[in-house]
């Protein structure tokens, strides 16, 4: 069986297909990010552009036509609704033409599900981390079968919070990886550091960051508001841990592909004895294989949609997602 999965979410088109849950495509075009930020309405132009190239590219990687796909998947949310739109309706047309099902897939619940089947972890603890999300969950049974959000942030994403910097800080392109280099030989200096229980905040952190270029080099800044708030997902992961006893934890989402946050949460977890999982990165970019992965998994566990009543959702929260798989 072969299933495609279409990612919009964001600055990335991406297709993917599965076979029998291995990925045997992953293709995807990223729209370039300018001084002003993502204009949702320039991407969406973008992947509209880019997305017939992109399901060709995908369906060519894997050696198979359209007529050889047996299910697509497709971000329903949450995320940007113009590149949501995009993504919806390349995968509809496609399903409607050549009579296939089709099925909305939560990107969050994408994230962690292609990490937890490819090292075949059955109860992690989840630290997602991503530039609209960071949220800690594990799966939990009541009232039904879902990822439960132990603790999350009460603003920013912390993705979003270090692309923020960059653009204050004149750092090119604005992306937290660059950050990340910036930072290398940075010195610490104390900021704020905010962590409730479980939950935690960014942007009182971000905003004494900005102020801190008058006074401070970028290398030092940069370096303390990333050991600040990577120091702050490890405080709430390790009391989510040992609250909860999960005895695997999984790193996932576009920021799980800092080389500094790994190192510091498997540091955490270590005198636990407690492994931590991490997929490459390009399954922690945003992608189409993870959505094919999970389309995968619903259409073997019997669940079908009515294209018609199908759509988009901006807001759709991982916890309110049931997994019947
Ligand atoms: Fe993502």
Redesign the pocket.
Known sequence: MAVMGI?S??H?FGVGICEGGKIIANQKSMYEIKDKGMVPVKVAEHHSEKSNFIIKAALDEAGLDIGDINAIGYSMGPGLGPCLSVGFHSAKKLALENRIPLFPVN??V??IEVTKQRFGVSDPLIVYV????SQILGIEDSPFRHYHVYGETFDIGIGNMLDSFAREAGIVPAWGSEVAKVAANGKYFEMPYTVKGMDFTFTGLLTFAVKSLSSHPVKDVAYSLQETSFSMLCEAAERAMLLTGKKDLIVC??VAQSLRLKEMLKKMAKPHKKQVYVSPNEL???NGAMIAVVAESMFKSGQSFQIEKLDIKQRYRADSVEILW
């Open positions: 990612e979410t964001a990335t990107h969050a994408a994230h991503s530039g609209g999300n989402g576009g922690n970019a945003d």
